[in-house]
């Protein structure tokens, strides 16, 4: 079975621009979520996707959209680009069923996104 | 609200046991995860235990949980040096009908030869 899969691993954009990022979740998995990773703030949330709906946000600006398409692959959109988004973007898929407590996330590797 | 809180760094020797300590602040919490990260890689689970547990144990993982104090922890039996890594406590929680997962700042363990 093949993982989440993160394209592209590295991204350098400049500020001001806009880029997208994808994820494919694994096969069977509804849920995606999206997170930012620097070495300042850690670990943090941006969104969750199940079923092609935003379930769950974190508290980013409203730069940061994403979207889920119906077989389940998601995006990651950030517009006008600022030096302070460069980060490890990383996704996570999970079943997404609300009555799956353990609901594991299993990572993708990331994309590294560089703004100069 | 949720806060998880690691410490930042842990050295320990080749053989050694490591033992690295997660707090949080939601008593409501369902499970909590040990996750690895490797440089240049993401987030890879350890293992998981369910809140009403205390101890999980997992070849050379412990995981043990005091509900009380809310501190969780992990034990690395026999340390290796592909043990090196950031490791991740999550707890996973209910908020406002949403199930949540919440990182700590993760721990960079170091093992030295």
């Known amino acids: 079975k093949a993982g989440v899969t993160q394209t592209p691993r590295y991204l350098i954009k400049t500020r001001g621009q806009q880029v997208t990022l994808s994820c494919s979740p694994i096969?069977?998995?509804?849920?995606v979520s999206w997170y930012q990773q620097t070495p300042g703030q850690g670990l943090q949330f941006l969104f969750e996707?199940?079923?092609?709906?935003?379930?769950n946000k974190g508290n980013f600006p409203g730069r940061f959209s994403g979207r889920q398409f119906s077989n389940s692959r998601s995006e990651m959109n950030v517009s006008t680009l600022e030096l302070g988004d460069s980060a490890l973007y990383l996704c996570?898929?999970?079943?997404?069923?609300?009555?799956?407590?353990?609901?594991?996330?299993?990572f993708g590797a990331g994309t590294r996104l560089s703004v100069l | 609200g949720e806060d998880v809180e690691q410490s930042l760094f842990l050295s320990v020797r080749e053989g050694d046991s490591s033992v690295i300590n997660c707090t949080y602040t939601?008593?409501?919490?369902?499970?909590l995860y040990w996750y690895k990260q490797e440089p240049g890689a993401g987030l890879q689970l350890l293992t998981y235990?369910?809140?009403?547990?205390d101890m999980k144990q997992d070849q050379r993982l412990t995981v043990l949980l005091n509900k009380k104090d809310k501190h969780l922890s992990l034990r690395i039996a026999d340390t290796q040096t592909g043990d090196s890594a950031i490791y991740f406590c999550?707890?996973?929680?209910?908020?406002?009908?949403?199930?949540?997962?919440?990182f700590g700042t993760g721990t960079k363990l170091q093992v030295i030869p």
């Open positions: 996570a898929s999970s079943l997404g069923d609300r009555g799956l407590a353990k609901n594991i996330q299993y």
């Open positions: 096969s069977g998995h509804r849920s």
């Open positions: 996707y199940f079923s092609e709906t935003q379930r």
């Open positions: 939601d008593s409501s919490s369902t499970y």
């Open positions: 235990i369910f809140s009403n547990m």
């Open positions: 999550a707890e996973r929680t209910n908020s406002g009908g949403y199930q949540k997962v919440t």
